[in-house]
């Protein structure tokens, strides 16, 4: 597979599709801190994950055409308060998730999987009444198009690295709520022993009302970011609901690091073998690998030892 | 009554009723065209009673019974199709005699893994080893090492989107997003008309009782018990010296096999198999079959998969945008408001009055909608 190519042209194949793999890993990190939050640390299996961050999409959509009509002058600036909208539209509505389903469910995870695919289906549908079934676009500022030429033969768009720089932003955020705030340190103890958590006077409800919503919110963020780089439609959710789940999985549930760990090896595999053979084999290839992995080593790349 | 060591009243009342509502009430009520829908409802009431073993009694949920039921179909399909392909009926085709999508696919001679399906024998024996084996290695991989609920479930779903993505992509041998059409003959036997396809109804019915009663029995035996008390404290179970992980393959085995003969008779029953039927989202609508009906009962399962998919039909005929909500509303209301399905509807609510009204008027006869 690699005849037919000079050493320098792999090199640069290999980079730009290095990149179009960190841009890949960009999208996969988003949507998987949201669920690592959600499922690594509630242990809370949210199929409707796809949909909070497509709820994200639209609501930045929207912002972009309010800013196109009413502020013009400063469109270039509309992501970021779409951003944070996006957040709180997500996080509300996931706050009200957690308050109507899955408060309910915490002993049965099967079960919560069942409640939240029919939530995702009423999401999906509830997109497609409000915004019709074909895919929208938005705008992109005009500061982030165009790329930056590397070499003679590598070239990078604007508009990835920026997702990048807000991925690792993000992580970096999630990791510092997660790790070094007082109120991750409450998460990690609702998580680790209920019962024990509420007898030293943490609000377990509140805990997980919160956890829950900021997951979402996360999620909704990612959405955002996703408008920048594709188009969004009532079921592209549901495209990358799987992937995000292996991710989570392969990277060791509870583990933040692996979590990112596992989103690149993912994401750079994948992209790599694209450019090499058709993308559904590349795609097939890779999830085998990772199923396969995880068949040997069902406790993904990171594990934390817990007793249970 | 003979079965009365085997079955108990109760349960022998209900395989009656299931019986005379499938064989006599729908036959004498339905047209050939609604006939023909519920034939191939009833192909996904194979899955759920699967599923009632797996998932109800074992505690197993897989969200990739699709695949199995995909593995059956596509099996039934690639015979069909080979015996659909005779060189004179594609003598058009660059290449007479394969079937016409690898014709379309420059594909010139039919592949070796394609020979095989030639045999109706070695095509029924794979839509029963083919799945087996399958189930097998991942039940094997999986349940070695202790991987269960959660985890098991979301590799599962992932071999679902695996396996749909491979199918599309791998067009020419597998004919694709479009899947394996245009089948015509069993065996010289069209199965295009109504009246085969009422007959196909029928061969379903028995088909699915037969499974029905072995599943009862999977239940009933000493089995069956071992896997009830897997599900509810499974580390109790090993420590009495129970090979868990075996039990938990074998029951993984017998739901995927009876998914396959479930896909298998879909073929049949509708005339094609596409990749729409494997994937993530048709497998876990599997799942929302078995709630409905109610997860512990079998009988249920059946009852579940015929009335989920006559609302799909039904809504979907007149309200297209209503169904997903009602589909979604549905797995909600299963999991929040009844998580034992209409079965555990009828035990809380029906039978208790039934046993009331049995004690007063001893000789009245009862008529219970549903029964386990």
């Given at each position: 597979m690699f005849s037919g190519y000079s050493l320098p042209e792999l090199g640069a194949i290999f980079a730009m599709q290095g990149f179009a793999g960190l841009i890949l890993f960009s999208v996969f990190v988003l949507m998987a801190l949201g669920l690592a939050i959600?499922?690594?640390?509630?242990?809370v299996i949210n199929m409707a994950h796809g949909e909070f961050m497509i709820l994200g999409a639209y609501v930045t959509y929207l912002v972009s055409q309010a800013f196109a009509t009413y502020a013009p002058a400063l469109f270039g600036a509309y992501f970021f308060v779409a951003m944070v909208l996006a957040f709180c539209a997500s996080g509300l509505l996931g706050m009200f998730v957690e308050w109507a389903i899955i408060r309910h469910l915490y002993k049965r995870p099967l079960d919560t999987l069942l409640a939240t695919w029919g939530l995702s289906l009423i999401l999906q549908q509830s997109f497609r009444s409000l915004f019709g079934a074909r895919e929208v676009g938005v705008t992109i500022p005009?500061?982030?198009?165009g790329s930056l030429p590397l070499t003679d033969l590598i070239e990078v768009p604007i508009n990835g690295i920026f997702v990048m720089v807000l991925a690792l932003g993000i992580s970096a955020a999630v990791y510092v709520m997660m790790f070094k705030s007082g109120w991750g340190r409450q998460v990690r103890a609702v998580t680790q022993n209920r019962t024990m958590a509420g007898a030293v006077g943490i609000d377990t409800e509140r805990t997980d009302r919160l956890t829950f919503g900021i997951g979402c919110g996360v999620a909704g963020i990612a959405g955002a970011a996703f408008t920048m780089i594709g188009s969004t439609g009532p079921t592209s959710g549901q495209a990358y609901i799987v992937d995000t789940f292996l991710v989570v999985v392969f990277g060791g549930a509870a583990s933040l690091l692996g979590t990112i760990a596992s989103a690149f090896s993912i994401s750079q595999a994948q992209s790599i073998l694209e450019f090499f053979l058709s993308g559904s084999m590349a795609k097939v290839i890779t999830l085998l690998v990772v199923v396969g992995i995880l068949m040997l080593?069902?406790?993904?790349l990171f594990s934390i030892k817990l007793r249970k | 009554m003979t079965k009365t060591s085997f079955l108990k009243r109760d349960e022998a009342v209900g395989f009656a009723i299931l019986a005379l509502i499938i064989f006599i009430v729908f036959p004498l009520m339905l047209d050939d065209f609604r006939l023909n829908l519920f034939g191939k409802y009833l192909t996904y009431a194979f899955v759920a009673v699967g599923l009632v073993l797996?998932?109800?009694?074992?505690?197993i949920l897989s969200l990739g019974q699709g695949v199995f039921f995909g593995l059956g179909g596509y099996c039934m399909a690639m015979f069909l199709k080979l015996e659909a392909s005779t060189p004179e009926a594609t003598?058009?085709?660059?290449?007479?005699?394969?079937p016409d999508f690898m014709d379309w696919n420059q594909i010139s001679a039919l592949p070796i893994w394609w020979q095989?399906?030639?045999?109706f024998g070695f095509t029924v024996l794979a839509i029963l080893a083919v799945p087996a084996l399958f189930s097998l290695i991942i039940g094997f991989a999986m349940f070695r090492r202790r991987v269960g609920g959660v985890y098991f479930a979301i590799i599962t779903q992932a071999i679902a989107a695996i396996a749909t993505i491979l199918i599309v992509g791998q067009q020419g041998y597998?004919?694709?997003?479009?899947?394996?059409?245009d089948l015509r003959t069993l065996m010289g036997w069209d199965i295009r008309p109504d009246s085969a396809k009422t007959a196909l109804y029928f061969v379903n019915a028995v088909l699915l009782f037969a499974c029905l009663f072995i599943a009862m029995a999977i239940r009933k035996s000493k089995f069956g018990r071992v896997l009830v008390a897997m599900r509810d404290a499974e580390d109790r179970v090993r420590f009495s010296g129970y090979d868990v992980a075996s039990f938990k393959i074998f029951i993984f085995c017998v739901g995927a096999m009876m998914a396959s003969v479930g896909g298998a008779m879909f073929t049949l029953q509708v005339g094609f198999m596409s990749p729409t039927i494997v994937g993530i989202v048709p497998s876990i609508e599997m799942v929302i079959f078995c709630a409905v009906g109610g997860r512990h009962s079998l009988l249920g399962a059946v009852y579940g998969a015929l009335l989920v998919n006559w609302a799909r039909t039904t809504l979907s005929e007149s309200f297209p945008e209503l169904w997903l909500f009602g589909l979604g509303g549905l797995f909600i209301a299963v999991v929040?408001?009844?998580?034992?399905g209409l079965a555990g509807l009828y035990d809380d609510y029906v039978k208790p009055r039934l046993k009331l009204s049995r004690r007063n008027h001893a000789a009245k006869p009862s008529n219970p909608q549903l029964a386990e």
């Open positions: 959600i499922f690594g640390q509630m242990g005009s500061w982030m198009m080593r069902p406790q993904g | 797996c998932w109800g009694a074992g505690g003598a058009i085709q660059s290449t007479p005699g394969i095989p399906f030639n045999s597998t004919g694709g997003v479009n899947g394996i059409t929040l408001a009844f998580p034992n």
